[in-house]
């Protein structure tokens, strides 16, 4: 599985960015998906997740709100909508992808993550 995460770039606080994540597998309706991130001396933190499905989504507390996770496993690309940017939104954003018998439980564990894109580059100017 390779995924190919697109759509980082330089922002000014308050702005939007569309992140994509392609997947070349079969079909990506068999993984549960996540966006995760790191900033410069932290560790990495999951900020979205969606179920295979697609019917169920979780959110950390600080993008709750502001970020909308989606996905369209015809296209096998999974979507991060990021509004209301702010300057700690500044980080690597990385999509991953595991390969789950669950259909409607989002993976909230990186460590339950099997797969992982190279990361693209959100830059927040205050």
């Known amino acids: 599985v390779q995924l190919q995460a697109s759509g980082g770039g330089l922002v000014q606080a308050g702005g939007s960015l569309r992140l994509s994540c392609a997947a070349s597998?079969?079909?990506?309706?068999?993984?549960?998906m996540g966006w995760f991130r790191q900033a410069p001396g932290k560790s990495r933190e999951l900020v979205s997740a969606?179920?295979?499905?697609?019917?169920?989504?979780y959110y950390v507390d600080s993008v709750r709100g502001r970020f909308t996770i989606s996905r369209d496993n015809a296209k096998n690309t999974v979507y991060l909508q990021m509004n209301s940017l702010k300057s700690e939104d500044t980080a690597v954003y990385y999509c991953?992808?595991?390969?789950?018998?669950?259909?409607?439980?989002?993976?909230?564990?990186?460590?339950?993550?099997?797969?992982w894109g190279q990361g693209t580059l959100v830059t927040v100017s205050s």
């Open positions: 969606i179920s295979r499905s697609g019917t169920n989504t």
């Open positions: 991953a992808a595991d390969y789950s018998r669950r259909l409607s439980t989002p993976s909230t564990s990186r460590y339950e993550y099997d797969y």
């Open positions: 597998v079969r079909t990506i309706s068999d993984y549960n």
